[in-house]
Nanobody
Framework: QVQLVESGGGSVQAGGSLRLSCAVSNYPYADFCMAWFRQAPGKERESVAR???????TYADSVKGRFTVSTDNTKTTLFLQMDVLKPEDSAKYYC????????????????????WGRGTQVTVSS
């Protein structure tokens, strides 16, 4: 079965950086959309960054210019480089995957994704 395992979360001061990783195994499809979502207590889970198998990346406005999503050459690891972190970036971060891609990127809703990791906590202090 498809497995996604996140790592790299932690605590950092505002203005700092973190790099999240998501190891993907047993993914049987050539096409993919992979995304990072986050969920803070009492809030909806929101998509912050997405990349598809054609290399198209898209971002939420709240992280554009600060976060960068990428994969390794084998497409088995998804990364999220997070720079200039703000306290409002504090949340549990999840990676997700689906074989459904769009011509201009990836879906942004949690229902668009079939496979999920268990999440990694990011805490940004002011």
């Amino acid at each position: 079965q498809v497995q996604l395992v996140e790592s790299g979360g932690g605590s950092v001061q505002a203005g700092g950086s973190l790099r999240l990783s998501c190891a993907v195994s047993n993914y049987p499809y050539a096409d993919f959309c992979m995304a990072w979502f986050r969920q803070a207590p009492g809030k909806e889970r929101e998509s912050v960054a997405r990349i598809n198998s054609r290399g198209i990346t898209t971002y939420a406005d709240s992280v554009k210019g600060r976060f960068t999503v990428s994969t390794d050459n084998t497409k088995t690891t998804l990364f999220l480089q997070m720079d200039v972190l703000k306290p409002e970036d504090s949340a549990k971060y999840y990676c997700a995957a689906t074989p459904r891609i769009l011509w201009n990127g990836c879906g942004v809703d949690r229902d668009d994704y079939n496979y999920w990791g268990r999440g990694t906590q990011v805490t940004v202090s002011s």
